[in-house]
């Protein structure tokens, strides 16, 4: 992955708009940090293979940005994208990462559904 340059990240997610697109979205703020610190309160979210379409997609902020979908019926967003990969099947792979480098959210985008 490489870090999220705004525009580039824009235009992948028009070229995916108006698709029926599978998501992945999942967030964490280090689940296995409790197994070390009781005092810690895990938390996330996770979604696979949701099936949605979107009519278009926002990425906003300064860094780390904030990506929306808004479809006809709501939004999916994800805060904190540092970082960005179109892969070898044209998925569009989004991550933020914490200062320490550890996965806090993922939005990934694909036509085909996520193994």
Do not use: C
């Amino acid at each position: 992955m490489e870090p999220a340059v705004k525009e580039h990240v824009q235009k992948e997610i028009d070229r995916l708009a108006g698709k029926e697109v599978f998501i992945h979205l999942e967030t964490t703020n280090g689940a296995y940090a409790s197994h070390f610190d009781e005092t810690f309160f895990s938390s996330g979210a996770y979604i696979r293979n949701a099936q949605l379409v979107y009519e278009h997609g926002k990425v906003t902020g300064k860094g780390p940005y904030r990506v929306g979908l808004k479809m006809n019926f709501g939004w999916v967003y994800a805060e904190g994208i540092t970082h960005f990969e179109v892969d070898e099947e044209n998925r569009l792979l989004l991550a933020g990462h914490d200062f320490s480098g550890k996965l806090a959210v993922a939005l990934q985008i694909s036509e085909t559904p996520f193994e």
